[in-house]
């Protein structure tokens, strides 16, 4: 199992979160302040690990 630490955008809370084996995080809900966040649509991330948290999603590490 491997963990992520992620960084919410809105409240700046730090969470630990289970990276998935296969597949992105499109989305997750703060622990903190229960906002569920997304990727902006703007970004070049593929999901909320790449983009909020210090690890990369096993998909991206394929690419
Ligand atoms: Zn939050």
Do not use: G
């Amino acid at each position: 199992m491997k963990i992520a630490n992620l960084k919410c955008p809105k409240c700046e809370h730090q969470q630990k979160i289970e990276i998935p084996e296969d597949k992105c995080l499109a989305f997750y809900e703060c622990e903190h302040c229960h906002e569920t966040i997304l990727v902006p649509k703007d970004s070049k991330n593929c999901c909320v690990i790449c983009e909020y948290s210090d690890k990369k999603c096993p998909v991206a590490r394929e690419a």
